[in-house]
């Protein structure tokens, strides 16, 4: 059963799905042991969950449901979430400590080794999907997975354009699309206009604007928790908290479930050591104020504003989407729907495909689909202004479109001190912050803690700092070396950068001293 592979790594889900060259299509794989449907006509997911027991022994996926291991602090969870958040926490076990990087290497490299086996493809290519505000050291992630797996061709798309593909027959040539992806860790939002088929039949896809948000069903789960211990007068920090927060947890996740198709949803949970209830009922009314009061549907419609503004600045308007495609199982949630029927009406607004359409599509991406896009994120420099605080100059600002024909920079790189060898810049990936509101009194985020209890704390300036900001060539920010060597405010190098179809930043430098031409077209670092 060969075929081209591609793998959703979803907070909630992860789903593989592979293209068939006979059958021109793309359908879902079922990995044995580790995954298997939702439901009835629902495709097969593996749950993105692993287990460590003692000895070495793991558990992955359906396993972990099976043994009634999901909530043991033993349990990774909502790792890809973790990981896109450069996230410090480790989970102490007897013998060592493991990161969320290393549960979700051991995860993905299992189940990638399983698919490839199965497939029989070794020396096939890989698709991986990225969520929109990714940064670059998730995508380096990735391919380090890729390659602990024995996988060494791979290619990646970002997940909402994926979907577009991924729901088939909707699609027709010419027409635009909002693919509205919502998930169990992040909001993607994406305008793609599908172009006509070339001679071998391949659609094209040229994407217009996209955006994203740190906002998903891990988001509402955390809600529900604070608002479960509010009612019970409760704080993380309490003992028999700590002692049944993973429980409570996952009732606050069945519970978000249920109010998708029950007016009302009740958590109950008895510590067995006390005897104590730790209670809540919520209607769909409830969580719908819930949700408005922690601002998810502003969240929403900035994100949206955002993707079709990119849309705007390339001719087509809201009036020229066709259709507004929902993916991921947080779409399912009534409040999230009726939110998108406000904005777009009811009749433009699909959902038929929120659990795989994302993995197919990357399939059908891998086998050969073009896509047109554009850079996401801003690229610049640090320098130190007047003041001697450090401040970003952009020279690859978002919405680039790449391959670049002409510079898209030029700086000149002064020497810093007499006799300076080794001359560099500082490259940052610049997101966009999480703004903060008087009102919400700052951010707060749900973490395990080393003992693998639920914890709430405040996510402070720096850690969203860091979050926003990427230094992405920390290992080497000097790569000009200067023969003879550099005077103080000497203006040494000139600079030139430009974007290639791979999306890597490429330097051109000269050496203004002597004239020689040091690097043409220099891959520097990759871009998102």
């Not at 972990?64 to 450069?86: C, D, E, G, H």
């Not at 919405?399 to 670049?404: F, L, V």
């Not at 707060?444 to 704390?457: K, N, P, Q, S, Y």
Request: proline share 5%; aromatic share 10%.
């Amino acid at each position: 059963m060969s075929g081209r592979l591609a793998l959703d790594f979803g907070t909630s889900n992860t789903v593989l799905a592979r293209w068939d060259d006979v059958s021109r299509s793309a359908s879902t794989v079922l990995v044995p042991d580790y995954g298997g449907p939702l439901g009835p006509d629902l495709p097969p997911v593996v749950p993105s969950l692993i287990h460590y027991e003692p000895e070495q022994r793991r558990w992955l996926g359906r396993q972990v449901l099976q043994q009634n291991l999901y909530s043991s602090p033993r349990t990774f969870r909502w790792m890809k979430r973790y990981i896109a958040n450069r996230s410090p926490l480790k989970l102490k076990l007897e013998d060592r400590e493991v990161s969320p990087v290393e549960a979700g290497r051991d995860f993905l490299s299992t189940l990638l080794a399983m698919a490839v086996a199965e497939l029989g493809s070794p020396e096939e290519e890989v698709a991986f999907t990225l969520p929109v505000e990714c940064f670059e050291h998730y995508e380096e992630w990735l391919g380090s997975v890729a390659e602990a797996a024995g996988i060494h061709r791979f290619r990646f798309i970002d997940e909402p354009s994926a979907a577009a593909l991924g729901y088939g027959s909707h699609i027709q040539a010419g027409d635009v699309y909002l693919i509205f992806d919502l998930g169990g860790g992040t909001l993607d939002v994406s305008t793609v206009k599908v172009e006509d088929q070339d001679q071998g039949g391949w659609r094209r896809c040229r994407v217009l604007g996209k955006a994203g948000a740190d906002l998903g069903g891990a988001t509402f789960d955390q809600w529900l928790f604070e608002e479960v211990l509010r009612q019970n007068q409760l704080k993380d920090y309490d003992e028999e908290v700590r002692r049944l927060s993973r429980a409570l947890l996952v009732e606050c996740e069945r519970a978000k479930e249920r109010l998708s198709f029950h007016p009302e949803a009740e958590i109950s949970l008895m510590n067995p050591d006390t005897g104590g209830l730790v209670s809540a009922r919520f209607s769909q009314a409830d969580f719908e104020r819930l949700l408005d009061e922690k601002e998810a549907f502003r969240i929403i419609d900035q994100t949206l504003r955002r993707a079709l503004r990119g849309a705007h600045e390339r001719g087509f308007d809201e009036e020229s989407i066709k259709s507004v495609l929902l993916v991921g199982g947080s779409t399912l949630i009534p409040a999230v729907q009726r939110t998108l029927h406000r904005i777009f009406g009811r009749e433009k607004v699909l959902l038929d495909r929120p659990i795989d359409a994302v993995a197919r599509g990357a399939a059908a991406f891998v086998s050969g689909t073009d896509f047109y896009d554009h850079i996401q994120h801003d690229y610049g420099i640090r320098h130190v202004n007047a003041s001697g605080s450090y401040d970003y100059r952009v020279i690859v600002p978002r919405g680039t479109a790449y391959p670049t024909s002409e510079p898209v920079a030029r700086l000149v790189i002064k020497g810093f001190y007499d006799g300076q060898t080794h001359l560099g810049l500082a490259l940052f990936e610049l997101g966009e912050s999480r703004k903060r509101t008087a009102a919400a009194g700052g951010p707060i985020e749900l973490v395990f803690d080393g003992t693998g209890a639920a914890r709430l704390r405040p996510v402070s300036v720096d850690d969203e700092e860091r979050r926003s900001m990427f230094w992405m060539n920390e290992n080497q920010p000097t790569f000009l070396e200067a023969h003879p060597p550099a005077k103080k405010g000497e203006p040494r190098f000139e600079a030139l950068f430009s974007v290639d179809g791979n999306k890597r930043l490429l330097l051109t430098a000269r050496d203004l001293l002597t004239g020689k031409l040091v690097y043409r077209d220099y891959p520097v670092v990759k871009l998102s």
